[in-house]
């Protein structure tokens, strides 16, 4: 179902990021890669927990092959705490935990991480029409001062209903969750790729110039190749 809904749409719409992103390398007189093409980046989609506190909604494993989602779920070491999830690694040191965590727990040699706000991520969401995808049940999430609602059924959802999906996926069974996961991982980052997001706007360990190579180049490469 993730071919079929998102194929046609993705790869018309990241061609002109993957254009763009070669142009503005030109411009910068740098090689189109100046890193390792197949190291893995954590992508930590933010997002906001019922008491406002920001936590890791969405985590992904972006290398060559595609884009992966990781449940916040998974069990990992978080150093000096007793908390043994992914999502609260994040709490605790960011997507530099986060990434150090996965690492530790066997998920890979993961030095490099992106963390994308959730205003930003919702803002890319519109900018490209929305996000398809197949709601499993009618969801409602209190955001501390409203209660948002999205129905039930296939639909293309707004940056703002989808944010609304993403904060209410632990209240899902893990089947459900998971499922989702996997469309909204890869329809926002494709999203935040077509978007050109700045890069000024995401927080990340790597260099400028090869976090801008990532983000026109090598993310957009990331999702064409999972959807083929």
Sequence with gaps: MLRSVLVGALVALLVVGLIAGIGYMNIAGEKANSGDPDSPVVVVLESRAEDGATV????GLVDASGVTAISPDTSVTVPGTTYERLG????FGGGNAVADAMSDAGKGDVGQY???????????????????????????????SNLATVRSGEQTLSGTEL???????GYLDAAQAEQLRRVAILGIAAAVADA????????SNMKTPLLATWM?????????SQVK
Aim: aromatic share 4%; net charge positive.
């Design 56 to 59: 890791a909604g969405l985590i």
């Design 216 to 224: 026109s180049v090598q993310l957009p490469q990331s999702v064409i």
């Design 114 to 144: 992106v963390t994308v706000p959730e205003r930003l991520w919702v803002e890319a969401v519109d900018r490209v029409g929305g996000l398809r995808m197949t709601v499993p049940t009618r969801m409602s999430v209190f955001d501390g």
């Design 196 to 203: 050109k997001v700045e890069v000024s706007s995401v927080q």
């Design 163 to 169: 944010r609304t999906v993403v904060r209410g996926l």
């Design 88 to 91: 609260d690694a994040f709490v």
